[in-house]
């Protein structure tokens, strides 16, 4: 026998259908705002901040550093060869006692074809006694011409002695991996075993601290 009408309403009623979940009201939902100012470093982490050996130098910046010494040496190198054809000319007119000073304007030339800070040095002293000597000759002497030649010859001295200066501080600021490096770009030629080593080192170096900043 199939059950009545009544007893099914009856049956339905018994059953209560009990949600626990918790009811949630649209004023608890947050709903994230987009913002398109980027990315903004929380205030309690500090970026940290890695030194680089002057190998890990941005290329850029070593690329610029390379061409500025470079530059300079090739202006030391015609201003010596410049000063030793000059001394050559005196020479053959009779002024045989500039031979001695042929040595210093190849002093000028070997420390721009080799970078050496020692051999700068002493082709900056030969030309700050030079024009000591220009000045003096100057001043012993009446002859108009000869007065305006050495007044010429002192300012050319005083840009050489500038190039010479700015050169000098470049090289001070080289590792001696820079400078082996800078020696090959100039002349091609292969370096010492020590610049090799010092060059294998920087790089070593460069590679460790590309590791820890990455």
Not at 114 to 141: C, D, E, M, N, P
Request: glycine residues 4%; charged residues 20%.
């Amino acid at each position: 026998e199939f059950p009545s009408e009544e007893q099914k309403d009856s049956s339905f009623n018994e059953i209560v259908i009990q949600d626990s979940a918790p009811k949630i009201e649209k004023r608890d939902i947050l709903v994230p705002q987009a913002n398109h100012s980027g990315f903004q470093p929380v205030p309690d982490n500090s970026p940290i901040k890695v030194s680089l050996p002057p190998s890990v130098q941005p290329l850029s910046e070593r690329n610029q550093r390379y061409n500025q010494v470079l530059n300079y040496s090739r202006y030391i190198k015609f201003f010596a060869l410049l000063d030793f054809l000059l001394d050559i000319l005196f020479i053959v007119i009779g002024e045989y006692w500039l031979l001695i000073s042929l040595v210093f304007p190849i002093l000028g030339y070997l420390a721009g074809k080799k970078l050496s800070k020692w051999y700068t040095l002493g082709y900056l002293a030969y030309l700050v006694g030079v024009i000591v000597l220009r000045f003096v000759s100057i001043f012993l002497t009446d002859i108009v011409a000869y007065i305006i030649l050495e007044c010429l010859f002192v300012l050319i001295d005083l840009v050489v002695i500038y190039v010479v200066v700015k050169f000098f501080l470049m090289l001070r600021s080289l590792t001696p991996s820079e400078r082996g490096e800078l020696l090959l770009l100039q002349n091609g030629v292969p370096q010492s075993r020590d610049n090799f080593q010092n060059m294998n080192s920087d790089r070593n170096q460069s590679e460790a601290a590309q590791k820890y900043s990455i």
